[in-house]
């Protein structure tokens, strides 16, 4: 059964204070990993779509990068504005539809 | 700026109603989606629809039908509404095929009292 994890669950940082959300996923021929921003109360806003290992994407102060296993958001530098939930999703099969992880909420302080 | 919209971003009704929450998408894509979303549990797939008329069954459908008479459009109707569903809904879309992603609306937070 396709299956995606995110860790941790939630996460405080720092201004400035570096660090990674990771995300294992179990599926059947993987056709596209997904990165979603969301904010309370607002629905998720597309990130980033990796497809293949080794790859990466780049956005202000996020990276995704993904293995065969799991992906990684990593986020340098951290600001206030950065705050939000983070989900990830990977798509079945052929079916189109999306499989998500429960999110890590990342809180940055000044 | 391509875009789903939902209807209300805000409801309450009572136990019993029928309820009907509308998504329009105006991206010309052939799939539409609806979740809903609750702490702990993240975001659990309802109804989807690959096509005008076409509608498949999620991981959570009972209580729940679905309409799709036009392409941009897709209605999640609450037959009788219970305490139960009160939530977050959220409706998105993506083009056909696979390997594309979704674009989301911005929510409908529903209160069943």
């Known amino acids: 059964e396709d299956q995606v994890t995110q860790s941790p669950e939630a996460l405080r940082l720092q201004e400035g204070e570096s660090s990674s959300l990771n995300c294992s996923y179990t599926?059947?021929?993987?056709?596209?990993l997904f990165w979603y921003r969301q904010d309370p109360g607002k629905g998720p806003e597309f990130l980033f779509t990796?497809?293949?290992a080794g790859e990466e994407k780049e956005k202000e102060r996020l990276k995704a990068t993904l293995t065969k296993k799991e992906s990684f958001l990593h986020i340098t530098a951290p600001k206030p504005e950065d705050s939000a939930t983070y989900l990830c999703a990977v798509q079945e099969g052929n079916t189109g539809k999306l499989i998500f992880g429960q999110g890590t909420t990342l809180q940055v302080k000044p | 700026d391509v875009k789903v919209t939902q209807s209300s971003r805000y409801l309450v009704k009572r136990t019993g109603e029928k309820v009907f929450l509308e998504c329009v998408q105006d991206m010309d894509h052939e799939n539409m989606f609806w979740y809903r979303q609750d702490p702990g549990l993240g975001l659990r797939l309802i109804y989807f629809s690959y096509d005008v008329k076409m509608k498949e069954k999620g991981d959570i459908p009972e209580g729940y039908s679905v309409s799709r008479e036009k392409k941009e459009r897709f209605s999640l109707i609450l037959e009788s509404a219970s305490t139960n569903q009160t939530s977050m809904y959220l409706c998105?879309?993506?083009?056909?095929?696979?390997?594309?992603?979704?674009?989301f609306g911005s929510g409908t937070r529903l209160t069943v009292v």
């Open positions: 990796l497809y293949s």
């Open positions: 998105a879309s993506s083009r056909g095929g696979s390997n594309y992603g979704y674009t």
């Open positions: 599926v059947s021929g993987l056709r596209g």
